[in-house]
Protein backbone atom coordinates (compact mmCIF):
# COMPACT_ATOMS: atom_id res chain seq x y z
CA UNK A 1 0.00 0.00 0.00
CA UNK A 2 1.42 3.43 -0.63
CA UNK A 3 2.42 6.14 1.46
CA UNK A 4 -1.05 8.36 2.04
CA UNK A 5 0.97 11.12 0.94
CA UNK A 6 2.04 9.91 -2.65
CA UNK A 7 -1.68 9.54 -3.47
CA UNK A 8 -3.39 11.26 -6.41
CA UNK A 9 -7.20 10.71 -6.53
CA UNK A 10 -8.02 9.30 -10.46
CA UNK A 11 -10.41 11.26 -12.59
CA UNK A 12 -12.62 7.79 -12.51
CA UNK A 13 -12.49 6.06 -9.38
CA UNK A 14 -12.49 2.16 -10.13
CA UNK A 15 -12.73 -0.65 -7.40
CA UNK A 16 -9.96 -2.32 -8.77
CA UNK A 17 -7.90 -3.61 -5.20
CA UNK A 18 -8.78 -5.34 -1.87
CA UNK A 19 -9.08 -1.81 0.61
CA UNK A 20 -7.50 -3.85 3.51
CA UNK A 21 -9.18 -3.30 7.26
CA UNK A 22 -10.83 -6.02 9.39
CA UNK A 23 -13.98 -5.79 7.25
CA UNK A 24 -11.99 -6.21 3.54
CA UNK A 25 -13.91 -9.57 2.55
CA UNK A 26 -17.48 -8.08 2.65
CA UNK A 27 -16.98 -4.47 1.88
CA UNK A 28 -17.81 -3.70 -1.88
CA UNK A 29 -19.63 -0.59 -3.92
CA UNK A 30 -22.76 -2.43 -5.19
CA UNK A 31 -25.71 -3.19 -3.33
CA UNK A 32 -28.14 -6.29 -3.26
CA UNK A 33 -27.56 -10.34 -1.84
CA UNK A 34 -25.03 -12.31 -2.65
CA UNK A 35 -26.71 -15.53 -2.25
CA UNK A 36 -30.20 -17.21 -1.49
CA UNK A 37 -31.01 -17.78 2.03
CA UNK A 38 -34.24 -17.95 4.06
CA UNK A 39 -34.47 -16.43 7.28
CA UNK A 40 -35.65 -17.94 10.26
CA UNK A 41 -39.10 -17.09 11.77
CA UNK A 42 -40.26 -17.56 15.46
CA UNK A 43 -43.53 -17.56 17.44
CA UNK A 44 -43.70 -13.81 18.19
CA UNK A 45 -44.99 -11.19 16.31
CA UNK A 46 -41.80 -9.31 16.07
CA UNK A 47 -38.61 -10.77 14.54
CA UNK A 48 -35.64 -9.33 15.12
CA UNK A 49 -32.39 -10.10 12.82
CA UNK A 50 -29.37 -8.58 14.71
CA UNK A 51 -26.37 -8.18 16.15
CA UNK A 52 -24.99 -6.97 19.60
CA UNK A 53 -22.86 -3.86 17.85
CA UNK A 54 -23.60 -0.65 19.52
CA UNK A 55 -26.65 0.16 16.57
CA UNK A 56 -28.26 -3.44 17.34
CA UNK A 57 -28.28 -2.71 21.04
CA UNK A 58 -30.13 -0.05 20.46
CA UNK A 59 -33.41 -2.09 19.58
CA UNK A 60 -32.76 -5.11 22.15
CA UNK A 61 -32.72 -2.57 25.19
CA UNK A 62 -35.73 -0.86 24.12
CA UNK A 63 -37.35 -4.03 23.30
CA UNK A 64 -36.38 -5.28 26.83
CA UNK A 65 -37.56 -1.75 28.36
CA UNK A 66 -40.74 -2.29 26.63
CA UNK A 67 -41.13 -5.64 28.01
CA UNK A 68 -40.10 -4.17 31.82
CA UNK A 69 -43.25 -1.84 31.00
CA UNK A 70 -45.98 -4.98 30.91
CA UNK A 71 -46.07 -4.43 27.34
CA UNK A 72 -46.27 -8.45 26.73
CA UNK A 73 -46.66 -7.28 23.29
CA UNK A 74 -42.92 -6.40 23.00
CA UNK A 75 -41.97 -10.10 23.26
CA UNK A 76 -39.68 -11.02 20.40
CA UNK A 77 -37.69 -13.31 19.00
CA UNK A 78 -33.82 -12.42 18.19
CA UNK A 79 -31.62 -14.25 15.22
CA UNK A 80 -28.08 -13.76 14.85
CA UNK A 81 -26.82 -12.39 12.07
CA UNK A 82 -22.85 -12.40 11.65
CA UNK A 83 -21.77 -9.58 9.60
CA UNK A 84 -18.92 -11.56 7.82
CA UNK A 85 -21.72 -12.35 5.01
CA UNK A 86 -24.89 -12.73 6.75
CA UNK A 87 -25.95 -9.61 5.75
CA UNK A 88 -26.25 -9.90 2.38
CA UNK A 89 -28.39 -13.02 1.75
CA UNK A 90 -31.73 -13.23 0.08
CA UNK A 91 -33.57 -12.82 3.15
CA UNK A 92 -32.22 -10.00 5.02
CA UNK A 93 -32.02 -8.26 1.83
CA UNK A 94 -35.88 -8.18 1.54
CA UNK A 95 -36.05 -6.81 4.77
CA UNK A 96 -32.93 -4.07 4.63
CA UNK A 97 -31.88 -3.01 0.66
CA UNK A 98 -29.05 -2.28 2.66
CA UNK A 99 -27.69 -4.66 4.28
CA UNK A 100 -27.40 -3.75 7.55
CA UNK A 101 -28.12 -4.78 11.02
CA UNK A 102 -30.74 -4.34 12.77
CA UNK A 103 -33.65 -5.31 11.15
CA UNK A 104 -37.27 -6.18 12.30
CA UNK A 105 -40.56 -7.75 11.21
CA UNK A 106 -43.50 -7.13 12.78
CA UNK A 107 -46.21 -9.72 12.11
CA UNK A 108 -48.94 -8.57 14.38
CA UNK A 109 -50.63 -7.37 11.79
CA UNK A 110 -52.83 -8.81 8.14
CA UNK A 111 -49.54 -8.22 6.75
CA UNK A 112 -46.03 -8.43 7.88
CA UNK A 113 -44.30 -4.74 8.13
CA UNK A 114 -40.70 -4.53 7.49
CA UNK A 115 -38.78 -1.51 9.65
CA UNK A 116 -34.76 -0.89 8.94
CA UNK A 117 -32.18 1.45 10.87
CA UNK A 118 -31.80 1.24 14.30
CA UNK A 119 -33.66 4.95 14.69
CA UNK A 120 -36.55 4.10 12.80
CA UNK A 121 -37.04 0.93 14.07
CA UNK A 122 -37.05 2.98 17.86
CA UNK A 123 -39.77 5.13 17.02
CA UNK A 124 -41.85 2.74 15.16
CA UNK A 125 -41.72 0.69 18.26
CA UNK A 126 -42.47 3.81 20.25
CA UNK A 127 -45.24 4.68 18.23
CA UNK A 128 -46.35 1.32 18.56
CA UNK A 129 -46.91 0.48 22.47
CA UNK A 130 -46.87 4.55 23.59
CA UNK A 131 -44.03 4.24 25.44
CA UNK A 132 -40.29 5.84 25.97
CA UNK A 133 -41.38 9.25 23.46
CA UNK A 134 -42.91 12.31 25.23
CA UNK A 135 -46.71 12.80 23.84
CA UNK A 136 -45.89 17.04 24.17
CA UNK A 137 -45.05 18.68 21.71
CA UNK A 138 -42.12 20.78 23.37
CA UNK A 139 -40.75 17.29 24.76
CA UNK A 140 -41.50 15.14 21.67
CA UNK A 141 -39.22 17.46 19.66
CA UNK A 142 -36.60 17.62 21.71
CA UNK A 143 -36.57 13.56 22.27
CA UNK A 144 -36.39 13.69 18.14
CA UNK A 145 -33.95 16.02 18.22
CA UNK A 146 -31.60 14.12 20.11
CA UNK A 147 -32.39 10.74 18.61
CA UNK A 148 -31.28 12.62 14.90
CA UNK A 149 -28.44 13.96 16.52
CA UNK A 150 -27.14 10.28 17.27
CA UNK A 151 -27.91 9.15 13.76
CA UNK A 152 -26.01 11.61 12.10
CA UNK A 153 -23.19 11.61 14.15
CA UNK A 154 -22.76 7.47 14.30
CA UNK A 155 -20.69 7.97 11.03
CA UNK A 156 -18.56 10.28 12.94
CA UNK A 157 -17.52 7.37 15.76
CA UNK A 158 -17.88 4.64 13.80
CA UNK A 159 -16.80 4.54 10.31
CA UNK A 160 -14.60 7.72 10.49
CA UNK A 161 -12.83 7.22 14.20
CA UNK A 162 -13.84 3.76 14.91
CA UNK A 163 -12.61 2.50 11.44
CA UNK A 164 -9.33 4.88 11.46
CA UNK A 165 -8.04 4.24 15.13
CA UNK A 166 -9.03 1.06 15.32
CA UNK A 167 -9.80 -0.91 11.85
CA UNK A 168 -7.65 0.34 9.26
CA UNK A 169 -4.78 -1.31 7.55
CA UNK A 170 -2.37 1.90 8.35
CA UNK A 171 -2.36 4.57 10.63
CA UNK A 172 -3.11 7.66 9.40
CA UNK A 173 -2.48 10.87 11.56
CA UNK A 174 -4.50 13.05 9.63
CA UNK A 175 -7.56 10.80 9.23
CA UNK A 176 -7.54 9.65 13.06
CA UNK A 177 -6.75 13.51 14.33
CA UNK A 178 -9.50 14.98 11.72
CA UNK A 179 -12.37 12.12 13.21
CA UNK A 180 -10.95 12.44 17.09
CA UNK A 181 -11.41 15.99 16.86
CA UNK A 182 -15.19 15.43 15.89
CA UNK A 183 -15.73 12.91 18.10
CA UNK A 184 -14.43 14.70 21.13
CA UNK A 185 -16.84 17.57 19.88
CA UNK A 186 -19.40 15.54 20.37
CA UNK A 187 -18.66 14.39 24.00
CA UNK A 188 -18.67 17.70 24.33
CA UNK A 189 -21.67 18.55 23.19
CA UNK A 190 -23.63 15.65 24.85
CA UNK A 191 -21.60 16.79 28.17
CA UNK A 192 -22.98 20.12 28.14
CA UNK A 193 -26.61 18.89 27.66
CA UNK A 194 -26.07 16.31 30.58
CA UNK A 195 -25.18 19.22 33.20
CA UNK A 196 -28.74 20.76 32.80
CA UNK A 197 -30.82 17.28 32.82
CA UNK A 198 -30.94 13.58 33.86
CA UNK A 199 -31.57 12.54 30.25
CA UNK A 200 -30.52 13.50 26.94
CA UNK A 201 -34.16 14.94 26.19
CA UNK A 202 -34.73 16.22 30.09
CA UNK A 203 -36.31 14.51 32.84
CA UNK A 204 -37.38 11.66 31.02
CA UNK A 205 -35.65 8.31 29.86
CA UNK A 206 -36.81 8.41 26.12
CA UNK A 207 -35.69 6.61 23.02
CA UNK A 208 -32.74 9.06 22.53
CA UNK A 209 -31.09 7.93 25.94
CA UNK A 210 -31.43 3.86 23.95
CA UNK A 211 -30.17 5.17 20.91
CA UNK A 212 -26.81 7.39 22.21
CA UNK A 213 -26.09 5.08 24.89
CA UNK A 214 -24.32 2.06 22.83
CA UNK A 215 -22.41 4.56 21.25
CA UNK A 216 -21.06 7.38 23.43
CA UNK A 217 -21.89 5.60 26.90
CA UNK A 218 -19.78 2.28 25.64
CA UNK A 219 -16.95 4.97 24.49
CA UNK A 220 -16.31 6.13 28.24
CA UNK A 221 -17.28 3.56 29.54
CA UNK A 222 -14.42 1.78 27.56
CA UNK A 223 -15.94 -0.73 25.43
CA UNK A 224 -15.58 0.81 21.92
CA UNK A 225 -12.47 0.84 20.43
CA UNK A 226 -10.26 0.54 23.24
CA UNK A 227 -9.88 4.70 22.89
CA UNK A 228 -11.16 5.55 26.14
CA UNK A 229 -7.44 6.65 27.32
CA UNK A 230 -6.54 8.33 23.90
CA UNK A 231 -9.63 10.30 23.74
CA UNK A 232 -9.27 11.40 27.33
CA UNK A 233 -12.89 10.36 28.83
CA UNK A 234 -12.95 11.41 32.06
CA UNK A 235 -13.48 14.94 30.92
CA UNK A 236 -16.59 14.35 30.05
CA UNK A 237 -18.25 13.74 33.89
CA UNK A 238 -21.48 14.71 33.04
CA UNK A 239 -21.47 11.72 30.20
CA UNK A 240 -19.74 9.35 32.71
CA UNK A 241 -22.59 9.64 35.43
CA UNK A 242 -25.33 9.49 32.66
CA UNK A 243 -23.65 6.56 31.06
CA UNK A 244 -23.47 4.51 34.69
CA UNK A 245 -26.64 5.21 35.32
CA UNK A 246 -28.03 3.65 32.41
CA UNK A 247 -25.80 0.53 32.32
CA UNK A 248 -27.37 -0.33 35.47
CA UNK A 249 -31.07 -0.41 34.40
CA UNK A 250 -31.58 -4.68 34.60
CA UNK A 251 -33.21 -3.79 30.92
CA UNK A 252 -30.40 -2.63 29.78
CA UNK A 253 -28.11 -5.31 31.20
CA UNK A 254 -30.43 -7.95 29.45
CA UNK A 255 -30.67 -5.94 26.05
CA UNK A 256 -27.04 -6.11 25.73
CA UNK A 257 -26.30 -9.86 26.01
CA UNK A 258 -29.11 -9.89 23.30
CA UNK A 259 -27.42 -11.44 19.63
CA UNK A 260 -24.00 -10.84 21.72
CA UNK A 261 -21.03 -13.16 20.31
CA UNK A 262 -17.96 -11.59 22.19
CA UNK A 263 -17.07 -11.06 25.87
CA UNK A 264 -17.50 -13.22 28.90
CA UNK A 265 -19.50 -16.30 27.56
CA UNK A 266 -21.87 -15.76 30.25
CA UNK A 267 -23.07 -12.35 28.72
CA UNK A 268 -23.81 -13.83 25.31
CA UNK A 269 -27.37 -14.49 24.27
CA UNK A 270 -26.48 -15.70 20.93
CA UNK A 271 -30.41 -15.83 19.90
CA UNK A 272 -33.23 -14.66 22.20
CA UNK A 273 -36.94 -16.88 21.95
CA UNK A 274 -37.96 -15.93 25.23
CA UNK A 275 -37.45 -14.26 28.91
CA UNK A 276 -36.02 -17.56 30.49
CA UNK A 277 -33.47 -17.55 27.85
CA UNK A 278 -31.14 -14.87 29.95
CA UNK A 279 -31.14 -17.79 32.79
CA UNK A 280 -30.69 -20.91 30.39
CA UNK A 281 -29.39 -20.48 27.40
CA UNK A 282 -26.28 -18.07 27.66
CA UNK A 283 -23.03 -19.23 25.86
CA UNK A 284 -21.59 -20.49 29.07
CA UNK A 285 -24.59 -22.51 30.00
CA UNK A 286 -24.95 -24.02 26.43
CA UNK A 287 -21.26 -25.05 25.93
CA UNK A 288 -21.85 -26.51 29.64
CA UNK A 289 -24.44 -28.62 29.22
CA UNK A 290 -22.81 -29.76 25.31
CA UNK A 291 -20.07 -31.00 27.07
CA UNK A 292 -22.45 -32.95 29.61
CA UNK A 293 -23.93 -34.58 26.86
CA UNK A 294 -21.36 -35.46 25.02
CA UNK A 295 -20.27 -39.01 24.77
CA UNK A 296 -16.70 -38.52 26.95
CA UNK A 297 -18.70 -37.10 29.76
CA UNK A 298 -20.85 -40.09 30.52
CA UNK A 299 -19.40 -43.41 31.64
CA UNK A 300 -19.79 -46.34 28.87
CA UNK A 301 -22.19 -49.14 29.71
CA UNK A 302 -21.23 -52.04 32.21
Given at each position: ???????????????????????????????????????????????????????????????????????????????????????????????NPNSKIPAMLDRSGPRPIRVFESGAILLYLAEKFGAFLPTEAGARAEALSWLFWQMGSAPYLGGGFGHFYAYAPIKIEYAIDRFAMEVKRLLDVLDRRLAEVEYVAGS??????????????????????????FLSVQEYKNVLRWADAIAARPAVKRGRMVNRTSGEPSSQLHERHDASDFETKTQDKLVAASAHASPGATAPAA
Open positions: MSNPTDYTPPRVWTWNKPNGGQFANVNRPIAGPTHETELPVGRHPLQLYSLATPNGQKVTIMLEELLALGHKGAEYDAWLIKISGDQFGSGFVAIEFTIADIAIWPWYGGLVRGGQYGAAE
